[in-house]
Nanobody
Framework: QVQLVESGGRWVQAGGSLRLSCAGS????????MGWFRQPPGKERDFVAA????????YYADSVKGRFAISRDNAKNTVYLQMNSLKPEDTAVYYC????????????????WGQGTQVTVSS
């Protein structure tokens, strides 16, 4: 069993930066593909970014390309999401997730989920 805990979410002004962290426990996540998703108020959960177990492959949603960067430190069992040039439309609860299978962008491909961390971007 894998437990995931996100942290780093907070209120920030537009144009600012945040780094989210996702710490894994229970079992190491070093062999799992990892993803970040977000859910704005009243909307569905959407893909943000994903990274392979080795860190060699990354995927990004078009809306965050060039602004967000996903990375991982397998020695620390942690995945990060660096978010720059934040916009009000980035406001959402951000979730990290772990996949035992292939790297993907669909929520159904992920087996374990954290509880989420709130990011609020004001204009």
């Amino acid at each position: 069993q894998v437990q995931l805990v996100e942290s780093g979410g907070r209120w920030v002004q537009a144009g600012g930066s945040l780094r989210l962290s996702c710490a894994g426990s229970g079992r190491t996540v070093s062999s799992y593909a990892m993803g970040w998703f977000r859910q704005p108020p009243g909307k569905e959960r959407d893909f943000v970014a994903a990274i392979s177990w080795s860190g060699g492959t990354t995927y990004y949603a078009d809306s965050v390309k060039g602004r967000f960067a996903i990375s991982r430190d397998n020695a620390k069992n942690t995945v990060y999401l660096q978010m720059n040039s934040l916009k009000p439309e980035d406001t959402a609860v951000y979730y990290c997730a772990a996949s035992r299978g292939v790297l993907g962008t669909a929520p159904r491909m992920y087996d374990y989920w954290g509880q989420g961390t709130q990011v609020t971007v004001s204009s």
